[in-house]
């Protein structure tokens, strides 16, 4: 993989510019602030923050920034077969959720990429744009999956996701959290993502658990309780229930 540059720009008058992606490179780039347009191949785009827009090889494209308007975005413009094989189908704009772990991502990688090229770290650069690229791959494939289903059961899921690891959750938070009754809730969970909360929870803690006995020293009886398990003895049963092996005998295989 390569990268051509990566940075931020904001820009506070008037502003055009026009680009040809060459063979092979792919320009990324994240609405942050402010407005502008975009034509792609002859077709204008309105962007606003938290518009990805990717274009792909022999792409033509164009950005117009307005009088009086004000725009500020990450761009990256970048090659590599791996990088073709991940976003040859991807769309060419979409809104997006922008998160802290993406912006940080691509922060670090300008500020890597800004330094003297003999600074540079190859290697960091290597892990840090495919951390990056992945992230994005990972982002537009959930909007993908998201629009399969209602917004409010990919709210329950992410609501989920983060809480499940915490001591005292329950289902009433997850209804609370989206001004739904405790039936509604769990009916609507279950008809679009195909199992209940409950269990969708408990494999989150199971895979933190996973995680944690392998990379870890802490004791199994504080692994429990860190992902949200009420007791030992009850992470024992579930865990076995769904491995066929005891917590302690996994730690030990693995």
């Known amino acids: 993989m390569k990268i051509e540059f990566c940075g931020y720009s904001y820009h506070k008058q008037k ?6 992606s060459r063979f092979g490179s792919y320009l990324f780039r994240l609405q942050m602030d402010g407005v502008a347009k975009v034509k792609v191949n002859d077709i204008t785009h309105d962007i606003e923050k938290g518009h990805l827009l990717i274009v792909k090889p022999n792409e033509d494209y164009e950005l117009f920034i307005s009088e009086e308007q004000s725009s500020g975005d990450f761009h990256l413009y970048c090659e590599g077969d791996w990088i073709g094989q991940r976003f040859n189908n991807a769309p060419s704009l979409s809104k997006i959720q922008v998160d802290d772990t993406l912006l940080d991502l691509w922060h670090h990688l300008i500020i890597e990429e800004r330094r003297p090229l003999k600074e540079r770290n190859s290697e960091l650069t290597h892990y840090l744009l495919s951390a990056l690229c992945v992230s994005l791959e990972r982002i537009l494939d959930r909007k993908s999956n998201e629009i399969q289903r209602p917004y409010i059961v990919t709210k329950m899921m992410r609501y989920v996701e983060e809480y499940a690891t915490k001591q005292g959750f329950q289902v009433h938070d997850v209804a609370s959290q989206c001004n739904l009754s405790v039936s509604r809730c769990v009916h609507l969970f279950k008809e679009h993502v195909g199992v209940t909360i409950i269990d969708y929870a ?12 392998k990379y870890t020293t802490m004791t199994l009886e ?22 066929q092996l005891s917590p302690r005998k996994y730690r030990e295989k693995t």
């Open 202 to 213: 408990q494999s989150i803690r199971l895979s933190t658990a996973i995680n944690q006995m």
């Open 15 to 20: 502003f055009h510019t026009s680009h040809r």
């Open 222 to 243: 504080n692994i429990a309780q860190n992902c949200g398990f009420s007791s030992y003895s009850y992470f024992h049963r579930v865990f076995k229930k769904k491995y």
